[in-house]
């Protein structure tokens, strides 16, 4: 018998929130982020269910040879670019186009002398201060990508780092767009600006927001970079991670639960035993008022998560009892709830799912 923790990944959901992105900003190529294993999904899984994407973008340069061995023949971006001259080479060999974010990666591609074609994202650095050239150094890294005869098109990018709150204290995208908009005076090339928050909030920058590319990750995965919630974007969940009650305690007022005995019952109690830890990937700083679906009912969790067991309040569930379904997360429990009653956010839940959980594939209907 398989222990009974599983993740079920809705690949329906996943092709639903790609069409959202693209609704979003009409007439848009999309780049469907697959980095980190999509997400946690599965890169496999991130091939299939963005197939109507224009392009698959992720980070890891074997993960990128990988998807041409499965057979994706659009477009593949590598979101850092390329690390050494072995890359350059892959480039062109397997048409997989890059970032350029350093005058080292322009020189790895000067003296990699490749029969090319190959095309670039260059990236300006616009305030986020994390990759890309300066807005006054990017003409001239642009002349000289240009002047490399395998380079065909050169896209202009950058990327926000606060597109999910319109208007930040510290830096606004309007103050990005401004210094971008400098930096890519007169040059030519397409413009690829938005992650998923430029995307979600692409209305509500209309006509400040021109973007040929977007480039769409957390929300393809029914999260959001926040602001409203993924319900409210019209997101659905990609990843439902479920598992049963496999013990049952009955406590009386003053025992207390779990390592550190950190949770001390001020009232008889029943308490349920999940399989489900934080070497599943479940977050261990998760605080006894994070949310939990037993049976479809809201609890929340008390004591300590460990590390192949978590333990949840069942008092107002009295059915609840060996084999009860539990939700951790997805179908009927958002992520990003999780998420936030753990102190992070839906992005490292779902990439932090551990090798091994079970992973079934299955619409989210079955779930809710
Ligand atoms: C990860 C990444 C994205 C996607 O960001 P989300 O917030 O998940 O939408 C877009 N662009 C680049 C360069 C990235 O590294």
Known sequence: MPRPLTATIHLDSMAHNLARARACVPGARAWAVVKANAYGHGLERGMRAFADADGLALIEPDNALRLRELGWTKPILLLE???DAADA??????????????????????????????????????????????????ATAYARLRAIAAVRDITLMTHFANADELEHPRLTI??????????????????????????????????????DWIRPGIMLYGGTPGGKTAAEFGLLPTMTLASEIIGIQQIEAGDSVGYGSRFVADRAMRIGIVACGYADGYPRHAGPDTPVLVAGQRSTLVGRVSMDMLTVDLSAIPD??????VVLWGAGLPIDEVASAAGTIGYELMCALAPRVRVLEGPLEHHG
């Open 81 to 83: 670019g390329l690390f």
């Open 320 to 325: 609840a009892c060996v084999g009860t379904p």
């Open 89 to 138: 080479a892959m480039l062109a060999a397997h048409r997989i186009d890059s970032t350029v974010h350093t005058m080292e990666q322009i020189v790895l591609l000067e003296q990699a002398a490749l029969a090319g074609p190959i095309d670039i994202h260059l990236k300006m650095n616009t305030g986020m201060n994390r990759l890309g050239f300066t807005p006054e150094a990017f």
């Open 174 to 211: 309007g103050e990005q767009l401004a210094r971008f908009a400098s930096g890519a005076a007169g040059l030519a090339g397409l413009r690829s600006l938005s992650n998923s928050g430029g995307v979600l909030h692409h209305d509500a920058l209309a006509g400040r927001l021109t973007t």
